[in-house]
């Protein structure tokens, strides 16, 4: 696996990971806690249940279904949740199965 490269919304569900409980996130809370520092990292978000659409969309990629984001958290000192991020401006590869986030 390179990255986030992925034929399809099926071949990245089981690498998608909730927001703050997810692997990545526990673990960016204990190192940022441990090492008394600030922690940035990328992960493939799940979809919570309202957000998924049953529908299909056309994209330059193809057909494509909305399973996660292409997302990165961010721990402080104390390992405490700071926020989130979607991305907004997707690469062709992240069509396939991310959902772009909002700008502010």
Not at 65 to 80: F, P, Q, R, W
Request: net charge positive.
């Amino acid at each position: 696996m390179e990255g986030y490269v992925f034929k399809s919304a099926a071949s990245i569900r089981p690498y998608l990971e909730q927001p703050r409980t997810g692997v990545t996130s526990r673990f960016c809370a204990e190192i940022a806690k441990k090492l008394r520092c600030y922690v940035f990292a990328g992960y493939p978000e799940a979809l919570s249940s309202d957000e998924l659409d049953t529908t299909t969309w056309r994209s330059t990629a193809g057909s494509t279904k909305e399973v996660g984001a292409n997302s990165a958290v961010l721990y402080g000192l104390d390992g405490e949740f700071i926020g989130g991020y979607r991305k907004t401006h997707l690469f062709e590869t992240d069509k396939t199965w991310a959902k772009p986030g909002n700008r502010s």
